[in-house]
């Protein structure tokens, strides 16, 4: 088998690129890498330099793998401030380090494509391949060491525990009961909590809002700049930056998967006035994807009911199982999203280093097992109404 760094995802065709993927998730396809990377979004001078990495045997692309070459720790949701900090203390080089993820998207899913007649054998291959050539990429960058984030539970087995730190992390899902409206979901949280949730959502209706959620292919150039503006807004307000994408991202985006991308817009009193607030969704066949929001007007419940609540209408209506609304936020417990464990697999070049990444994982294990417990302690539902474990649940995705 024969690696390839690639310097952009342009460098694979999409039809070859997409082969090895066979799921509907939208995070590895080709246009949305390459909206990222186009739309000056993933680019050297961002911090996120693509090194994609294809595997070729006798000619023929057999795997792949999207992989960047990051100068800093921003737009990871896996964070490792910390070792860095400790890395620059002890006079370590920290960066450049090698990402296997999603850029700006800490959504769980698939970060190794294969092409469908590789045995399990075959694909332990194509792993040890791309973790000998990938080395051997730090060695010459001087990086520090190699991490996967968010990974698949089918993949999971193709890392060796011996060799990584497999990390925990917790995010909070909600999943499809075979509900049939927003008020059978209802039906299963105890009274007061049941009660609390309408009148969130009450107080919305109040202030005369409207929602229209929207697949891409129903919205124009205008919409989307109304949301790039909100975005802005509202991470500049909240992080004083304008944002890690571009405005071109998102019309990129929206013309690359117009099945698959969609737009949840808040108006005031009708939907031909302008737009207040909105929220990025994507989707597959399975799941709903929450990622971006902006406001123009911090209105009471306007948050929850933008990013959550339509959501949770949306999956139900169209019969998915699984609504995944981005990482952090407890708020989302008591709304009946439950605690949820990710993981994330990390290789350091330096033993000693790595040795004590690996014994501050387990140790912070143990202090997120506990948190997930607790969290699952204050779900809304009535006794009997939440059975399926999240374990049990994540075997599936």
Same mark, same amino acid.
């Given at each position: 088998?024969?690696?390839?760094?690639?310097?952009?995802?342009?460098?694979?065709?999409?039809?070859?690129?997409?082969?090895?993927?066979?799921?509907?998730?939208?995070?590895?396809?080709? =246009?949305?890498?390459?909206?990222?990377?186009?739309?000056?979004?993933?680019?050297?001078?961002?911090?996120?330099?693509?090194?994609?990495?294809?595997?070729?045997?006798?000619?023929?692309?057999?795997?792949?793998?999207?992989?960047?070459?990051?100068?800093?720790?921003?737009?990871?949701?896996?964070?490792?401030?910390?070792?860095?900090?400790?890395?620059?203390?002890?006079?370590?080089?920290?960066?450049?380090?090698?990402?296997?993820?999603?850029?700006?998207?800490?959504?769980?899913?698939?970060?190794?494509?294969?092409?469908?007649?590789?045995?399990?054998?075959?694909?332990?291959?194509?792993?040890?391949?791309?973790?000998?050539?990938?080395?051997?990429?730090?060695?010459?960058?001087?990086?520090?060491?190699?991490?996967?984030?968010?990974?698949?539970?089918?993949?999971?087995?193709?890392?060796?525990?011996?060799?990584?730190?497999?990390?925990?992390?917790?995010?909070?899902?909600?999943?499809?009961?075979?509900?049939?409206?927003?008020?059978?979901?209802?039906?299963?949280?105890?009274?007061?909590?049941?009660?609390?949730?309408?009148?969130?959502?009450?107080?919305?209706?109040?202030?005369?809002?409207?929602?229209?959620?929207?697949?891409?292919?129903?919205?124009?150039?205008?919409?989307?700049?109304?949301?790039?503006?909100?975005?802005?807004?509202?991470?500049?307000?909240?992080?004083?930056?304008?944002?890690?994408?571009?405005?071109?991202?998102?019309?990129?985006?929206?013309?690359?998967?117009?099945?698959?991308?969609?737009?949840?817009?808040?108006?005031?009193?009708?939907?031909?006035?302008?737009?207040?607030?909105?929220?990025?969704?994507?989707?597959?066949?399975?799941?709903?994807?929450?990622?971006?929001?902006?406001?123009?007007?911090?209105?009471?419940?306007?948050?929850?009911?933008?990013?959550?609540?339509?959501?949770?209408?949306?999956?139900?209506?169209?019969?998915?199982?699984?609504?995944?609304?981005?990482?952090?936020?407890?708020?989302?417990?008591?709304?009946?999203?439950?605690?949820?464990?990710?993981?994330?697999?990390?290789?350091?070049?330096?033993?000693?280093?790595?040795?004590?990444?690996?014994?501050?994982?387990?140790?912070?294990?143990?202090?997120?097992? =506990?948190?997930?417990?607790?969290?699952?302690?204050?779900?809304?539902?009535?006794?009997?109404?939440?059975?399926?474990?999240?374990?049990?649940?994540?075997?599936?995705?």
């Amino acid at each position: 088998m024969q690696i390839q760094f690639l310097t952009s995802i342009l460098d694979c065709s999409a039809s070859e690129w997409d082969a090895l993927w066979p799921l509907a998730y939208p995070f590895t396809k080709h =246009a949305f890498l390459a909206a990222l990377e186009t739309s000056g979004s993933t680019t050297a001078e961002t911090g996120w330099q693509p090194a994609h990495v294809l595997v070729r045997q006798n000619g023929q692309v057999v795997a792949v793998m999207p992989l960047y070459q990051k100068s800093h720790s921003y737009g990871e949701y896996v964070f490792d401030w910390s070792w860095a900090d400790a890395c620059q203390r002890a006079g370590i080089q920290y960066y450049p380090k090698l990402l296997c993820a999603i850029p700006f998207t800490p959504a769980t899913g698939p970060r190794l494509g294969f092409i469908a007649s590789l045995t399990t054998a075959q694909k332990q291959e194509a792993v040890q391949t791309i973790e000998q050539a990938v080395q051997e990429k730090l060695e010459q960058l001087g990086g520090s060491g190699f991490h996967c984030l968010f990974p698949s539970a089918k993949e999971r087995p193709l890392f060796s525990n011996e060799k990584y730190a497999q990390r925990q992390g917790c995010q909070f899902h909600w999943f499809n009961a075979n509900f049939e409206s927003f008020d059978d979901f209802l039906s299963t949280f105890n009274s007061r909590k049941r009660k609390n949730i309408k009148r969130e959502r009450q107080k919305v209706v109040a202030q005369g809002l409207c929602f229209n959620m929207r697949l891409a292919a129903e919205l124009n150039s205008d919409d989307w700049k109304s949301f790039y503006l909100l975005y802005q807004r509202t991470y500049f307000k909240r992080s004083g930056h304008q944002g890690y994408l571009t405005a071109d991202f998102f019309q990129q985006l929206a013309k690359a998967l117009p099945q698959q991308v969609l737009l949840c817009s808040a108006h005031k009193h009708n939907l031909d006035s302008p737009m207040v607030a909105g929220a990025l969704y994507l989707r597959d066949s399975s799941t709903l994807y929450g990622r971006y929001w902006g406001t123009q007007e911090d209105l009471d419940g306007l948050h929850f009911e933008t990013c959550y609540y339509q959501g949770i209408d949306y999956a139900i209506k169209e019969k998915l199982q699984r609504f995944d609304p981005g990482a952090q936020g407890e708020h989302k417990i008591q709304r009946g999203f439950t605690p949820v464990k990710t993981c994330s697999y990390h290789w350091l070049k330096i033993p000693e280093l790595h040795n004590a990444v690996k014994h501050f994982v387990v140790e912070e294990q143990q202090h997120n097992n =506990a948190y997930c417990e607790d969290g699952r302690r204050y779900l809304p539902f009535k006794e009997g109404c939440n059975v399926v474990s999240s374990e049990k649940l994540l075997e599936n995705f």
